[in-house]
């Protein structure tokens, strides 16, 4: 009897754990000094592939963008630096069909240093339209770069997001007309 009750609680929570096509990722956390700075999940649903990323109080990161955003402002002029953009590449299992969307960034420029970042604070949204290539899920990394006021930390992190079911969707979890088209 006792092994009965410890299998199903063993599968229980072993269930619990797993996602399908249109249900989010299990969060994906980068930290700095043991404390959590940024959690990342995905999914695919209604043909898109869909990535939020949750900051921290006090931390931010930057827009797929950031980089072109830079050079406009500084129209050739050299910078002091420049904060590292999202980059999100979508390996296995799904094809990026369309551009990249993004929530619109806050501008986190100072222009009397000749520094010019774009970014989040609390959560970032990327959205891109996919098409299912092959395979049981797609590999999505992503690489960046999370600040505070005093440190920042590399992001460099895998997500496998599942696509059994079709990916039929809602999309209910963002708008395009509240998203700008990445640059």
Same mark, same amino acid.
């Given at each position: 009897? $006792?092994?009965?009750?410890?299998? &199903?609680? +063993?599968?229980?929570? =072993?269930? =619990? @754990? ?10 994906? %956390? ?14 695919? /649903?209604?043909?898109? &592939? ?5 900051? /921290?109080?006090?931390?931010?990161? +930057? ?19 420049? /904060? ?10 799904? @094809? !990026? ?5 993004? &929530?619109?960034?806050?501008? +986190?420029?100072?222009? %009397?240093?000749? $520094?010019?970042?774009?970014?989040? @604070?609390?959560?970032?949204?990327? !959205?891109?339209? !996919? ?18 006021? *005093? *440190? ?7 997500? *496998? ?12 979890? +963002?708008? &395009?007309?509240?998203?700008?088209? !990445?640059?």
């Amino acid at each position: 009897m $006792w092994n009965t009750a410890a299998a &199903l609680i +063993f599968v229980c929570a =072993a269930s =619990a @754990e797993v996602t399908h096509a249109g249900d989010w990722t299990n969060p994906v %956390e980068v930290r700095h000094e043991l404390k959590r700075c940024v959690s990342y999940r995905a999914k695919w /649903d209604a043909g898109y &592939l869909v990535v939020r990323a949750t900051l /921290d109080p006090g931390w931010h990161t +930057f827009a797929m963008d950031n980089r072109q955003r830079a050079a406009d402002k500084l129209a050739g002029k050299k910078s002091l630096g420049i /904060d590292l953009p999202t980059e999100i590449t979508v390996t296995e299992g799904l @094809e !990026v069909v369309g551009p990249w969307y993004q &929530l619109p960034p806050k501008d +986190f420029s100072k222009p %009397e240093l000749r $520094w010019f970042s774009w970014g989040f @604070e609390d959560e970032a949204l990327f !959205v891109a339209q !996919v098409r299912r290539s092959r395979g049981s899920a797609a590999q999505v990394t992503i690489r960046g770069q999370a600040c505070s006021d *005093t *440190t920042c930390k590399n992001i460099d992190l895998a997500i *496998t997001v599942p696509l059994g079911g079709g990916g039929k969707g809602s999309a209910s979890d +963002f708008d &395009l007309k509240t998203l700008v088209q !990445v640059r």
